[in-house]
């Protein structure tokens, strides 16, 4: 069966400086990886996805993500946080060949000023 | 870009109530997807569809029934509103791939009941 572990349901920041969010999954095949973020009274807008093309993913506004079968980890990172990275930020799994998604139960980050 | 547009930000209707939830996207997406989204449980699936006039149960079908007359349009319907029923409800579209294409979501709907 196909989970997502989303580790930490709070992360805080300073500006500037680096961001983690952590993910685990299990999967029994390969899976579809992604990371959606959240902001405040909006919809869920895709980051990036990972589709066994390359390990290491780039998303927009400077995020990435390194898919790592052995740990069975996709952590999101950014070097350097902004203001307006505050959000909430989802880590999906997509169940190979049929419509099963799973939501991580998502991770809200602060950024300080 | 893909659009997905939700009718209305915000409702507040009465427990007992008949309930329509609009959506519309337009990229000729296959595959529509109804999720409502509660504090702490993440998002949960309650209907999806991948064709006209198709629909599948999600996760959490009971007291929600979907409508899909045209491919663009995915209903989704609330017989009899009860309290348990607040929540955000966000539709999503998708290509009707194997598994590695995105949802695009719409801005959501913030359902409260009465």
């Known amino acids: 069966a196909q989970s997502v572990t989303q580790l930490d349901s709070h992360v805080s920041v300073s500006e500037g400086t680096p961001v983690l969010l952590r993910c685990n999954y299990s999967s029994s095949y390969s899976p579809s990886l992604f990371w959606y973020v959240q902001h405040p009274n909006k919809g869920l807008q895709l980051l990036l996805k990972?589709?066994?093309?390359?390990?290491l993913v780039k998303g927009i506004n400077g995020f990435e993500a390194e898919f790592k079968k052995s740990e069975t980890s996709f952590h999101l990172t950014k070097p350097s946080a902004h203001m307006s990275d505050a959000a909430e930020y989802f880590c999906?799994?997509?169940?190979?060949?049929?419509?099963?998604?799973?939501f991580g139960a998502g991770t809200r980050l602060f950024v300080k000023a | 870009d893909v659009k997905v547009t939700q009718s209305s930000r915000y409702l507040v209707k009465r427990t007992g109530e008949k309930v329509f939830l609009e959506c519309v996207q337009d990229m000729d997406h296959e595959n529509m997807f109804w999720y409502r989204q509660d504090p702490g449980l993440g998002l949960r699936l309650i209907y999806f569809?991948?064709?006209?006039?198709?629909?599948e149960k999600g996760d959490i079908p009971e007291g929600y029934s979907v409508s899909r007359e045209k491919k663009e349009r995915f209903s989704l319907i609330l017989e009899s509103t009860s309290t348990n029923q607040t929540s955000m409800y966000l539709c999503?579209?998708?290509?009707?791939?194997?598994?590695?294409?995105?949802?695009?979501f719409g801005d959501g709907t913030r359902l409260s009941i009465l």
């Open positions: 999906v799994v997509r169940d190979t060949g049929g419509f099963k998604t799973i």
């Open positions: 569809s991948y064709d006209v006039k198709m629909k």
């Open positions: 990972y589709t066994s093309a390359a390990t």
């Open positions: 999503a579209s998708s290509l009707p791939d194997g598994f590695n294409q995105p949802q695009h």
